[in-house]
């Protein structure tokens, strides 16, 4: 009998299954709803810093929030394919990113939606990583968050975190702003 790896993430079987998935159904509009409402808890205040997504797929969110709010910030965004053709979208893998100096920049807004941790770990940790470890003081980090309550707060790394504090918390996303280094 054939052993599954453990180690597999949902991107080595369906390369582009969720993203089309989403763009199919209305999750690119609940990503933009989100984020907008975490953006009004802070009263639209950021720090220096640019604005990533980790697994854009084929939105365009970003270019909407910059173009209302922050027509100053660079936007960033990461996938395994730039679906979109924008020019601020970098196709890679994201477990592979720590390898990318250019991509080591100050981040303002991270917003991590690739998959869930429980079917693709590796993939979500890299993109907790980057955002961890480039969101500046005040930097708010948004994760795309299974709705089943069995997976929400998990894993505890994420939510039991002296240096995130969780300011929202709704059905398929969690916000938090970053108070210390
Ligand atoms: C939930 S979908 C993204 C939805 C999108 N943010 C939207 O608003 O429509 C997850 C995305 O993560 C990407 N992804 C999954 N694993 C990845 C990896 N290891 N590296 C880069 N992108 C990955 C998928 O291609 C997919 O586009």
């Not at 604005?51 to 960033?76: F, H, M, Q, R, T």
């Not at 991590?112 to 969101?135: F, R, V």
């Not at 930097?139 to 300011?167: C, M, S, W």
Request: glycine share 6%; proline share 4%.
């Amino acid at each position: 009998m054939k052993m599954k790896s453990m180690y597999k993430d949902r991107i080595d079987t369906r390369k582009d299954f969720s993203a089309e998935n989403c763009f199919k159904s209305n999750w690119t509009q609940r990503v933009e709803t989100s984020v907008r409402n975490v953006l009004k808890i802070v009263n639209f205040s950021l720090p220096e810093g640019i604005i990533v997504e980790y697994g854009v797929g084929y939105s365009i969110n970003l270019e909407k929030i910059k173009a209302d709010y922050y027509p100053e910030k660079d936007i960033l965004g990461f996938d395994i394919k730039n679906f979109s053709g924008r020019p601020w979208v970098k196709d890679l893998d994201v477990r592979n990113i720590c390898s990318y100096k250019e991509f080591k920049k100050p981040i303002a807004l991270a917003i991590n939606e690739l998959p869930n941790w429980h079917e693709s770990y590796i993939t979500k940790q890299a993109g907790y990583d980057h955002a961890m470890n480039n969101l500046v003081v005040g930097g708010i980090y948004i994760e795309a968050r299974q709705i089943n309550p069995e997976f929400y707060d998990y894993p505890r790394h994420v939510y039991e975190n002296d240096t995130l504090k969780k300011i929202y918390v709704q059905s398929g996303h969690i916000g938090f702003i970053k108070i210390k280094d």
